[in-house]
């Protein structure tokens, strides 16, 4: 664990360095988008004084050491377009993003097992075709065509949600539920098939044979062996949801950090650009972690052969 811990530090660093080496390297002057914001008609001297002031003016690899010291000490600079500590306003977005993931992920959880185990119960039935072809229209679905279609249903021809609302419980239904379908459509995909996997196995054939229901098998047996391979693929969507939900959060005007994000690319905001980076580099790293040590828990021989895996 200890090593896989060093290895998730050096692919932080290894974001760190490629996010600010290409901010740096394209054609944004942040020192000059500051300045017009400013003020107006500056001087090219009154730009160069702002860039030798931000610091701009040194060489790239002094800016990132200046820049990565800072952030290990939790300051990542100020915003160049709000003038709040960039930390402060991630910090802020990223309650409004973390409402709807986590609603979200109760839809997940909940469709994925059910939808799952009626499908690999029902194997070739009515039901499982259906569910297929939902599914596969859910993977190719895009983000932004099934808010805007939600928004459009629900909002406007019937009027149950508002077309712009945050805040209250109704305001996170629609955006958890176009972030969760394409999740749900892939890890039902997944799961359906471990199970299916394991329903042939040895041991289900024992229980069976010992007269245990099959209900009892697949909730104490089956689940719990199939689990691992859907356990990865949410938590690697669970980072997938929060640094890419600048789609979804657009469309329902959420205030998220998705939203900050692409407004941070457009005002050419580059410590609010890299501190985003960092951060969603960080939960992406995060969830993977928590993934493994679920995926451990669930089955402990995977801990076994990982060692295996190293010691050959």
């Keep these: 664990m200890i090593k896989r811990?060093?290895?998730?530090?050096?692919?932080?660093?290894?974001?760190?360095?490629?996010?600010?080496?290409?901010?740096?390297?394209?054609?944004?002057?942040?020192?000059?988008?500051?300045?017009r914001r400013s003020i107006?008609?500056?001087?090219?001297?009154?730009?160069?004084?702002?860039?030798?002031?931000?610091?701009?003016?040194?060489?790239?690899?002094?800016?990132?050491?200046?820049w990565f010291k800072?952030?290990?000490?939790g300051d990542f600079g100020t915003s160049l377009v709000t003038q709040n500590p960039v930390l402060k306003d991630i910090t802020d977005k990223l309650v409004a993003t973390l409402t709807i993931v986590g609603m979200a992920f109760i839809w997940i959880v909940l469709f994925t097992v059910l939808l799952s185990v009626l499908t690999a119960v029902n194997k070739d039935s009515i039901a499982d075709h259906i569910i297929r072809v939902i599914t596969i229209f859910g993977i190719s679905l895009p983000s932004f065509w099934l808010g805007f279609l939600l928004l459009t249903l629900f909002a406007i021809t019937f009027p149950i949600f508002k077309v712009v609302d945050y805040g209250g419980i109704r305001s996170i239904i629609l955006p958890s539920i176009t972030l969760a379908v394409p999740i749900i459509s892939s890890c039902v995909r997944v799961l359906r098939a471990t199970i299916l996997s394991n329903l042939s196995k040895d041991y289900v054939l024992y229980a069976t044979a010992r007269g245990i229901p099959m209900k009892k098998i697949i909730t104490r047996h089956v689940l719990k062996n199939a689990l691992p391979p859907t356990v990865t693929l949410f938590f690697q969507n669970i980072g997938f949801m929060i640094g890419g939900s600048a789609i979804v959060e657009s469309v329902f005007s959420w205030p998220g950090l998705g939203n900050y994000f692409v407004n941070a690319i457009l005002g050419r905001d580059l410590p609010a650009i890299n501190g985003c980076v960092l951060i969603i580099a960080m939960i992406f790293v995060i969830c993977n972690l928590i993934a493994e040590v679920i995926n451990i828990i669930l089955n402990p021989h995977m801990k076994n052969s990982r060692k295996v895996e190293n010691y050959g």
């Design 5 to 35: 811990f060093l290895e998730l530090i050096i692919i932080l660093i290894g974001v760190s360095i490629l996010s600010f080496t290409f901010s740096n390297i394209s054609s944004i002057d942040p020192a000059e988008a500051f300045t």
């Design 40 to 66: 107006v008609n500056p001087s090219e001297e009154q730009i160069n004084e702002i860039r030798h002031k931000m610091g701009y003016d040194k060489p790239m690899y002094m800016q990132y050491v200046h």
């Design 70 to 73: 800072n952030c290990l000490k």
